[in-house]
């Protein structure tokens, strides 16, 4: 696998800018949905279990990450946590990308071994959110 800086092809996918523009829209309809005093997302498998789901805790996870209260934001949900963080960082690289006109980051290269290896550690880590969720569903 390797990273490389590039100039945006003719033609090719502004993958930047489409994820930007999700994750903004994503976020103006979370705060719309939330202002309204919609009801909040329902789960099925804790309404029929009674157990966390592998997603439990991630509205309340992002409403404490974008109050800033990151620990509270952790204890709710790590992945979700790592995820926001994730987003959060992608956000200000495209942002950058897109004003500046910079070149690119894309991955090339990408062998079965790499992708194989990035399968496995994608299940892993949703297998241990899940068991951590598990651990500390009474909490909920």
């Known amino acids: 696998m390797q990273f490389l800086r590039r100039r945006l092809a003719p033609g090719e996918t502004d ?5 930007l523009s999700v994750s903004a829209g994503s976020l103006a309809c979370a ?3 939330l202002a309204l005093g919609l009801p909040w997302p329902r789960c099925v498998f804790h ?3 009674g157990l966390p ?6 509205t309340r996870c992002t409403i404490a990450f974008l109050h800033g209260n990151f620990l509270a934001a952790w204890t709710w949900n790590p992945l979700a946590f790592l995820a926001l963080g994730g987003v959060a960082l992608f956000d200000l690289y495209a942002l950058i990308v897109l004003v500046f006109r910079a070149p690119r980051l894309r991955i090339v290269a ?3 071994r790499a992708k194989n290896f990035a399968r496995l550690a994608a299940v892993a880590t949703l297998a241990l959110n899940w068991i951590f969720l598990l651990s500390h569903w009474r909490d909920f």
């Not at 993958?15 to 994820?19: A, I, S």
């Not at 789901?53 to 991630?58: D, K, P, R, V, Y």
Request: proline content about 0%; some cysteine.
């Open 110 to 112: 990408f062998t079965r």
């Open 31 to 33: 705060a719309v949905w």
């Open 47 to 49: 309404d029929l279990t």
């Open 15 to 19: 993958h930047e800018l489409l994820w």
């Open 53 to 58: 789901c592998l997603t439990c805790g991630a």
